[in-house]
C-alpha cells in the first residue's frame, strides 16, 4: 500500500503526481534522531561564517564589500553587478532635464511636483521635486523620463526624524547624481509605433503655445495657404499657421496637448 | 572543608558585630546574636541572588548564541563582549517601564504570582551544592527539599493566571497545572531510581557516591532520559512549552505581564532551566568530579576545578536542550499527557526495576549470582 | 470549564496578519468558528478604477505581498484580454518564470511561518534565508524585492540582465538541495507527524462545495490546477506534475506543498533554457499609448480619448500559490479600467473555517490555520 | 455533457429566463438570465451541467443598473461559464446561491458590502470589509474616491 513519492498510479490522470502518505506513527514519540542531527549539520556550518550579513558595517550594495562575502548558504545573488538594478533614492540631472513633465504624468501616487530651480544665465527651469513620504518607487518615472536624466540609484537610507525631509528638491536630487552610486540601468523597451501628436486643423488657431512650450522645440510652426472664402462664407479668425510636429525628437510628453486653447492635438496612430 | 556559605557569612557577621560591640564573637548574647544570624541570613541571600542573576545572564547568553548558530545566524552580538551584556540591557529596559496591571485583575494574586514564583526558584539554588563544599546551606535531604520546592510553581502559575483575567492565561494555567502534574511523577520515580543506588538523599553525598562508584548516568541511561525530558517539561522549555505557546495562546499564563513582572517571569524560566540542568548533573552526570583516570587527574586538581567543571557540565546540558529546542515543535496537549502518562511513567517504573537490579547484583561491586 | 468565545485577532501572533478568527471554546476542544476580515481592506478595486493600466501594477505587488508576481501576472492576463494586446512568447516565459519563483519564494514563505506555528523556530530561519535567495533573483532583474513593478500591459519591464540564468540555475540547485534538508526537520521528525496528521480534516467535496482551491483542495485528493486545466500563459509547453495527497489533513497540505516547490523548480529551470536559447523583444509592439504616461489633462479627456479605444472585457484565471485567482477587467474605453474585481483564494479558504476547525483542539488553530497559507493583503484587498 | 452543449441546453430546459448567450474569450459563454430564476438555474448548472465549483460573485455598477456576475467551474468540461443578471439601481437584489454553493456566501457578502446588491434569503449577511454602521457600498459609482467625510465606525465588538 506504501506508494514511494515517484509513482504515479494508473488511476490517476497524467500529469498528476501523488505524494508520499503520511508515516505511520512509530510508536515511540522519542524518535527524533533525524531532526536533531540536521540541525547539528547546519551548526557546524554555520559556526564560521552564518549567513547573515552584519547590516550596518556590512552592507550589500558597498562596492567595497562585494567579492568578500561568501555565506554558509553560497554567495547571495544579489552581490555584485546586479545590485545595480536596484530601485532606490532618485538622482537627477539637472542640466540634461528638459522639463517635459513625464514623470510627474507617469507617477502613480502623485508624489513629483515640478518646481522651479534656477539655471545658468538667471533662468529658470521646471524640474521635478519628489516626497518620498508618497513615492512607492515604482520607477515609472524613470522609465518615462526620455532623456534619462531622473535614474534611480542604489540607495536606500532615507531614514529621517522630520517630515519635511521626506521631501528631495531638485538640488538635492542633484547632488546624488553627482555621489557616482550605481545607477539603476534598466531602460524600458519603448513600443515601436507609439502614438504621436495629431492635430485637428479645423480646430486649430495657429496661436503658437505649443510649440513656444514643447521642451524639445520639436514642433514648429509653418504657414499655410490663407483660403480664398467662398461666397456668403466668412473665413474662421484665425493665424495662418499650424503646428509641425518633428517625430523624431518627440518625447511624447503631452506639454502641446495641455497647453492647447482649443483642443485641437490629441493622441493618435501615426499615419 | 565542609563550611557552608551560610556558616561563612555567620562568622562575618558574627565577627563584625563582636568587633563593634566589643564582645567575643564566639559567643555573642541574646539580640546580638540574633542580629548576626540576620546579619548572616543577608549576606548569603545577596551572595546566592547575586550568584544566579550572573548565571542568568550568562545562561540565556548561551542559549541565545548556541540557538543563533542552529538557525544560521549569530545572535547577540553588539552589547559588551560578543553580546554578554546583551541580557543585562534587555532587562534594564524591562526593569525601567511602567508596571501596570488590566484593571479586571486581582491585584493580590497578580502580584504575589511571579514574586512567589521568583522566589520559590531561587530559594533552589540555596541548598543545591556547587562544589566539594561549595553550598550556601546545607541541608539533610537536600534532593527531597529541592525536588518538593521545585514542584511549587505550577500553584503559583496557576494563581497568576487565575488572577490576569484572561483567557490566554487561563488556558495556559490550566495547561502549565496539568503538565506539571503528568510529568512530576516521572521525574520522582526516575530521581528514585539514583536514591536506591547512592542509598542517600543528600546530594552532596550522591555526588560523593558517583565519584567513588561511576556516573549513575551509565547505568540508568534510561532514567537520565526520562528525568531529561521530565525536567524539560518541568521547566516548559519546547517542545513542552505548551504553557507558553506563543502561537495559539500569545504569551501563555504571562500575557498580560509586563515591565518587572514580566521580567521576573522570565528570570525564574532561566532560574529553573539552570536548577533542572544542575540537577541532571547532580543526579547523573557526577556533579562537580571528572574522571581520574590516567593523567585525567589534573584537570580537578587546582583550586575552585569543581565549581569550573560543575558549570562546564550544566552548560552542556542546556546546550543540549537548546539543541533540542532548535530542532523540535511542540507537542499538543493530548500528546503531552499521553507522552508523560503513556511513555514516561512505565519507562521510569522499568528504570526503578533496573536500579534495584542493578543493586540486586551488588552494585557498585558488581558480583553477578551465579546461576 | 463553560463554553466561551475567544478573539484570536487581529493581533495575534497565530494570524499572520490583521484579521480576527473568533472560536468558541469547550475546555481546549473548538466548537464554534467565526473568521472576520477586513482589517486590511484597502478599496485596492476601488483605486484601480482611477488609475491607468500599467498603473494598476504598484498595487498588485502590494495586493498580496508574498506573492507579487502572481498577481501582476494574473491582472495582466486580464488587462491584455481587455484591451487586445499580444504579449511577445519571451515575455510569456520571463512572466511563467518570475510566476513559478514566485510560488516558491511564496511556499517558502509559508513554510517558515507555518513550522513557526508549530513552535519550531530552526526551520523558519531556514526557510526564510532560503526565500532570501528567491528575493535576491527578483532584485537582480526587477530592482526590488517584494514591490517589483515588473509586468507592463503587453510583456514586462525589461530582460533579464547579462548572466541571470546561470545564478537562477544555482540558486534552483540550492533550494532543490535544501527542501531535502526541510523535509529531514519536519517529516522526519515523529513529533511534527503527530501534531500535523488527521486535523484540519476537510475532504474533496467539501472543498469544492465550499470553493476553496490551491494545496488545500490538491491535499483532499482533487488534481485541479489550472496551470494543466486551463493552461494559461506558455504552461502547455512546460513539463511538471501536479502534485497531490490524500490525507486531506494539514500533513497533506504540507507535503503538496514541498512537491509543489520541486515542480516549480523543475519549472523555473525549463524557463531558463528557454531564455538562454531565444532572445527577443519582451514588450509588445501594438499598445495602446494611455495604458501609460501620460495621465489625460483634467478637462481634456474628450480630445485624448478621441481616438474611440476598443471596449473589451478580460478575464483571467490562475493558479496562485494559494490557489485558484481570477481577475476580472472592465474596459469601457476610457484609460482607466471600469471595475476590476480580484477573486481572493485567500479569502475563500478562510471563509470555510468553520468547516476544519470544529471538533478540533486550540493547539491545532495555528497548524491548521497555518497549513491554510493566509494572506491578509490579498484575501481584503 | 459536452461544453458546447451547455448553453443549448440551458435554453431549452430554461426558454424563458436564459436571455442570452455570447462567446467569450476564454470563457465558455457569457448567459444573461433572469434575476427570478437564478435558483433553479444554478441547481440545474451544478447538479445536471456539472459546474460544481462557484468562483466568483461579483457585482459590478452601471450606474442606471446594476450587474450581478457568477463564475462557475466544471471539473469535467474545464470550462468557466459566466452567468450575469442585470438588476435594477434602486433596489437591487437577487436570491442567494449559498445553499447551492456554500462558498459563494462570502463572495456574496462582498458584493453586498462594496456594491450594495442585496441577496435575498442569505443566512449572514453582514459586511465583510467595511465596518458594521458605515452607509455607504464603495464600489458605486456614486462615491467618488477623494471624498473626505467623517466615518463614524461602531465598535464591531462591544
Redesign the interface.
Known amino acids: 500500500m506504501a506508494s514511494s ?1 515517484e509513482t ?1 498510479s494508473p488511476a ?2 497524467p ?9 505511520p ?2 510508536g ?5 534522531a ?7 549539520k ?2 557546524t ?3 564560521w561564517r ?3 550579513i ?1 547590516y550596518p558595517y556590512e552592507r550589500l550594495e558597498d562596492p567595497s564589500f562585494r567579492g568578500r562575502v561568501a555565506v ?3 554567495r ?3 552581490v555584485g ?3 545595480d ?3 532606490g533614492v532618485h538622482a537627477l540631472n539637472i542640466t540634461t532635464c528638459i522639463s517635459c ?2 514623470c510627474a ?2 507617477c ?2 502623485t508624489c513629483i511636483e515640478m518646481v522651479s530651480v534656477p539655471t545658468e544665465g538667471g533662468k529658470t527651469k521646471r524640474c521635478p521635486q519628489i516626497d518620498y513620504g508618497k513615492c ?5 518615472c524613470s ?2 523620463c526620455p532623456e534619462g536624466c531622473l535614474t ?1 540609484t542604489t540607495n536606500y537610507t532615507l531614514t529621517t526624524s522630520r517630515r519635511p525631509e521626506m521631501v528631495y528638491s531638485p538640488q538635492r536630487m542633484y547632488s546624488i547624481y553627482h555621489s557616482k552610486l550605481p545607477m ?1 540601468p ?4 519603448r ?5 504621436c501628436i495629431l492635430l485637428d486643423q479645423d480646430l486649430c488657431i495657429g496661436c503658437n503655445a505649443c510649440a513656444r512650450d514643447c521642451p524639445t522645440q520639436c514642433i514648429t510652426m509653418i504657414d499655410i495657404p490663407k483660403p480664398e472664402p467662398a461666397p456668403g462664407q466668412k473665413l474662421p479668425k484665425r493665424i495662418w499657421k499650424e503646428p509641425s510636429v518633428n517625430d523624431a525628437d518627440c518625447v ?3 506639454t502641446c ?2 497647453v492647447c486653447p482649443k ?7 501615426r499615419p | 572543608m565542609s563550611a557552608t556559605l551560610y556558616d561563612v557569612a555567620y562568622w562575618i557577621s558574627s565577627h563584625l558585630l563582636g568587633a563593634l560591640g566589643g564582645l567575643p564573637a564566639s559567643s555573642l548574647p541574646g539580640a546580638w546574636g540574633v542580629g548576626a544570624t540576620a546579619l548572616a541570613w543577608l549576606i548569603t541571600a545577596a551572595v546566592v541572588f547575586a550568584a544566579s542573576l550572573v548565571n542568568i545572564l550568562v545562561l540565556i547568553w548561551w542559549e541565545r548564541k548556541l540557538l543563533g548558530r542552529f538557525m544560521d545566524r549569530r545572535g547577540a552580538m553588539h552589547v559588551g563582549f560578543a553580546g554578554l551584556l546583551q541580557n543585562l540591557a534587555d532587562g534594564l529596559k524591562l526593569f525601567r517601564k511602567q508596571v501596570f496591571s488590566p484593571r479586571e485583575a486581582d491585584p493580590l494574586g497578580y502580584y504575589l504570582a511571579p514574586t512567589a514564583y521568583l522566589i520559590t526558584s531561587i530559594v533552589l539554588l540555596g541548598f543545591l551544592p556547587v562544589s566539594a563544599g561549595f553550598v550556601a546551606g546545607a541541608v539533610p535531604l537536600s534532593l527531597l527539599l529541592a525536588l518538593a520546592i521545585f514542584s511549587f510553581a505550577p500553584l503559583f502559575i496557576f494563581v497568576g493566571s487565575w488572577s490576569s483575567n484572561n483567557k490566554y492565561s487561563l488556558i495556559g494555567g490550566m495547561r502549565t497545572a496539568a503538565q506539571m502534574v503528568a510529568y512530576e511523577i516521572p521525574l520522582l520515580l526516575s530521581v528514585v531510581s539514583v536514591v536506591i543506588l547512592s542509598g542517600s538523599f543528600d546530594l552532596g553525598t550522591i555526588v560523593q557516591d558517583q565519584a567513588r562508584d561511576g556516573w549513575y548516568g551509565a547505568p540508568l541511561i534510561l532514567g537520565l532520559i526520562v528525568f531529561s525530558v521530565a525536567i524539560l517539561a518541568e521547566i516548559e522549555r519546547i517542545p513542552f512549552d505548551l504553557p507558553e505557546a506563543e502561537a495559539e495562546l500569545v504569551e501563555g499564563w504571562n500575557t498580560e505581564y509586563g515591565g518587572i513582572l514580566f521580567a521576573m517571569t522570565m528570570m525564574t524560566d532561566y532560574i529553573r532551566s539552570l536548577v533542572g540542568s544542575y540537577l541532571v548533573v547532580l543526579l547523573f552526570l557526577g556533579g562537580w568530579t571528572l574522571p581520574t583516570w590516567g593523567g585525567l587527574g589534573i584537570l580537578s586538581s587546582f583550586p575552585l576545578s569543581g565549581i569550573l567543571w560543575f558549570q562546564v557540565k550544566t552548560y552542556i546540558v542546556f546546550g543540549v536542550f537548546v539543541w533540542v529546542r532548535a530542532a523540535l515543535p511542540r507537542v499538543r496537549t493530548d500528546q503531552l499527557l499521553q507522552i508523560g502518562w503513556r511513555r514516561m511513567l512505565p519507562l521510569s517504573l522499568l528504570n526503578i526495576a533496573i536500579a534495584a537490579g542493578w543493586v540486586l547484583a551488588g552494585w557498585p561491586h558488581l558480583t553477578w549470582p551465579s546461576v | 470549564m463553560s463554553e466561551m468565545w475567544i478573539n484570536m485577532g487581529p493581533q495575534h501572533p497565530m494570524t499572520h496578519g490583521l484579521w480576527n478568527l473568533r472560536v468558541k471554546i469547550d475546555g481546549e476542544v473548538i466548537v464554534d468558528a467565526d473568521p472576520e476580515m477586513g482589517f486590511l481592506h484597502r478599496g485596492i478595486e476601488k483605486i484601480c478604477e482611477y488609475r491607468l493600466y500599467n498603473e494598476v501594477v504598484t498595487l498588485m505587488d502590494r495586493c498580496c505581498y508574498v506573492a507579487g508576481m502572481s498577481w501582476e501576472h494574473l491582472y495582466m492576463m486580464a488587462a491584455e484580454q481587455a484591451l487586445g494586446v499580444e504579449v511577445p512568447e519571451r515575455a510569456e516565459y520571463l512572466r511563467v518564470m518570475s510566476a513559478e519563483l514566485q510560488r516558491l519564494g511564496s511556499h517558502l514563505m509559508w513554510f517558515a511561518a507555518f513550522v513557526q506555528d508549530l513552535g519550531l523556530m530552526t526551520p523558519f530561519l531556514y526557510g526564510m534565508r532560503d526565500r532570501d535567495l528567491v528575493l535576491d533573483l527578483f532584485q537582480a532583474y526587477t530592482g526590488a524585492r517584494m514591490t517589483y513593478e515588473y509586468m507592463r500591459v503587453g510583456g514586462v519591464r525589461n530582460d533579464v540582465p547579462v548572466g541571470f540564468t546561470d545564478r537562477a540555475r544555482r540558486v534552483m540547485d540550492w533550494l532543490d538541495q535544501k527542501i531535502g534538508e526541510y523535509e529531514d526537520l519536519c517529516d522526519k521528525s515523529d513529533i511534527f507527524v503527530a501534531r500535523t496528521q488527521n486535523i484540519g480534516v476537510l475532504s474533496a467535496s467539501d472543498c469544492v462545495n465550499l470553493g476553496v482551491t490551491g494545496p488545500m483542495l490538491r491535499a483532499a485528493g482533487l488534481p485541479r490546477d489550472l496551470r494543466r486545466d486551463r493552461p494559461y500563459s506558455v504552461y502547455p509547453e512546460l513539463d511538471f506534475l501536479i502534485p497531490t495527497h490524500e490525507g486531506a489533513d494539514v500533513y497533506g497540505r504540507y507535503r503538496v506543498r514541498m512537491e509543489e516547490m520541486r515542480q516549480s523548480i523543475r519549472i523555473v529551470r525549463q524557463t531558463l533554457d528557454y531564455l538562454d536559447r531565444h532572445p527577443g523583444r519582451v514588450l509588445a509592439e501594438r499598445v495602446p499609448r494611455f495604458v501609460g504616461a501620460p495621465a489625460p489633462v483634467p478637462g481634456k479627456e474628450t480630445y485624448v480619448l478621441r481616438r474611440g479605444y476598443p471596449k473589451g472585457r478580460g478575464f483571467a484565471a490562475i493558479e496562485e500559490p494559494h490557489g485558484e485567482a481570477t481577475a476580472y477587467v472592465v474596459n469601457e474605453g476610457a484609460e482607466n479600467p471600469y471595475r476590476v474585481k480580484f477573486r481572493s483564494p485567500v479569502m475563500v479558504n478562510i471563509s470555510a473555517a468553520k468547516s476544519y476547525l470544529v471538533g478540533y483542539r486550540v493547539s491545532d488553530i495555528p497548524a491548521i490555520m497555518g497549513s491554510v497559507d493566509i494572506c491578509v493583503g490579498e484575501s481584503d484587498r | 455533457m459536452r461544453p458546447k452543449d451547455v448553453v443549448p441546453e440551458m435554453q431549452r430546459t430554461f426558454p424563458d429566463s436564459v436571455l442570452e448567450a455570447s462567446d467569450r474569450q476564454g470563457i465558455l459563454a457569457r448567459v444573461r438570465i433572469e434575476p427570478r430564476a437564478i435558483l433553479p438555474i444554478c441547481r440545474w448548472l451544478r447538479d445536471v451541467a456539472g459546474f460544481c465549483h462557484c468562483s466568483l460573485v461579483a457585482g459590478i455598477d452601471w450606474v442606471e443598473t446594476r450587474e450581478v456576475l457568477y463564475h462557475l467551474w466544471s471539473d469535467e468540461m474545464k470550462v468557466y461559464l459566466e452567468l450575469f443578471a442585470i438588476l435594477p439601481s434602486d433596489d437591487p437584489h437577487i436570491d442567494s446561491v449559498g445553499e447551492v454553493w456554500r462558498g459563494a456566501l462570502w463572495h456574496e457578502r462582498e458584493t453586498w458590502d462594496l456594491v450594495g446588491i442585496r441577496f435575498d434569503h442569505h443566512p449572514d449577511l453582514r459586511r465583510l470589509f467595511m465596518p458594521e454602521g458605515y452607509q455607504y457600498h464603495p464600489l458605486l459609482k456614486s462615491l467618488e474616491l477623494h471624498e473626505p467625510e467623517e466615518l463614524e465606525v461602531k465598535a464591531r465588538h462591544v
Not at chain 1, 263 to 269: H, M, N, T
Request: glycine share 8%; proline share 12%.
Open positions: 513519492p504515479t490517476l490522470p500529469g498528476v503526481k501523488k505524494t508520499a502518505p503520511a508515516p506513527p512509530s515511540l514519540h522519542g524518535i527524533v533525524i531532526p536533531m542531527i540536521t540541525a547539528a547546519q551548526f556550518r554555520s559556526l552564518p549567513s547573515t552584519v554558509a548558504s553560497g547571495p545573488i544579489g553587478e546586479v545590485w538594478n536596484y530601485r513633465n513625464l504624468f507617469s502613480p501616487d512607492s518607487f515604482c520607477g515609472f522609465d518615462a534611480m539603476n534598466i531602460r524600458l523597451e513600443p515601436e509605433n507609439e502614438d511624447r510628453c503631452g496637448i495641455s483642443e485641437c492635438l490629441y493622441w493618435g496612430a
